[in-house]
């Protein structure tokens, strides 16, 4: 991992950004004039390639290995960032898993619903937790929650908690930061084509969900890393502490 902090205005970390959705909101945040922690948990060539991406357009990225659910990572995480970079700006709280065969509440093995709250839960919290200690001053934190929390689906019971504990998360925190002009939200895709949301479904529950939505398409990672510069611009300066269901209207 190499970088410059020199002329490093604005650096944002993007968790589980080595593909899909995370991926897209790196390059989008990139183009958009920020330095990029690509952090991955495993897929290290794919983060690489990420960087690679940013880096041949002109921008600045480093590749950041980090387990989320690993307290002990995380606060790794920050300092790699902060070496690299000089400082934490915006946090994108993206890392998330999701079992492909989404079995019902009774169904679930402990396993399945420890690993769950590993990732999503304990690893938002443990983001967050450094981000309230390091970000500068009007920095912006995006969480990710699901659009399944309206839509109540069979099989999502326990991905649903998670997430729901994300928007706890995220409207109590806004209120801990006062003092400290920092805006937290989080934002709630609806079906979206990624590897994530794809595995495990056949064609014919793939194009049931694509009709869901009045917009009578999947969404797709750049519709969601559009919605995640929008609420790390200054154009969402009065928002905070919300949640955004970008989901083409399926909820």
Not at 73 to 79: C, E, G, M, N, R
Not at 99 to 123: Q, S
């Amino acid at each position: 991992m190499t970088a410059s902090a020199n002329n490093v205005t604005q650096a944002a970390i993007v968790t589980g950004a080595s593909r899909g959705i995370g991926a897209a909101i790196a390059r989008r945040l990139a183009q958009e004039g920020y330095a990029v922690v690509v952090n991955y948990a495993g897929q290290a060539e794919e983060a690489q390639a990420v960087v690679q991406s940013i880096t041949s357009a002109g921008g600045k990225a480093v590749a950041v290995q980090a387990d989320v659910s690993s307290s002990t990572a995380v606060k790794q995480l920050f300092d790699d960032s902060i070496k690299a970079f000089g400082r934490v700006d915006v946090l994108i709280n993206n890392a998330g898993i999701m079992p492909p065969t989404l079995p019902a509440l009774a169904d679930t093995d402990d396993d399945t619903f420890d690993r769950l709250f590993a990732v999503n839960v304990k690893g938002t919290f443990n983001t967050l937790r450094e981000a309230g200690a390091r970000l500068q001053a009007g920095g912006r934190i995006v969480n990710f929650s699901t659009s399944v929390i309206g839509l109540a689906l069979p099989g999502y019971a326990v991905y649903g908690a998670t997430k729901s504990a994300v928007e706890t998360f995220t409207n109590i925190m806004a209120k801990e930061l006062r003092g400290k002009n920092i805006r937290i939200n989080a934002i709630a895709p609806g079906p979206t084509a990624t590897a994530l949301f794809l595995n495990g479904k056949t064609p014919e529950t793939i194009e049931r969900m694509s009709r869901m939505a009045p917009l009578e398409r999947l969404g797709t990672p750049q519709d969601i890393a559009s919605a995640v510069a929008f609420l790390v611009s200054d154009n969402s300066a009065w928002v905070n502490g919300q949640t955004l269901r970008a989901n083409g209207g399926v909820v």
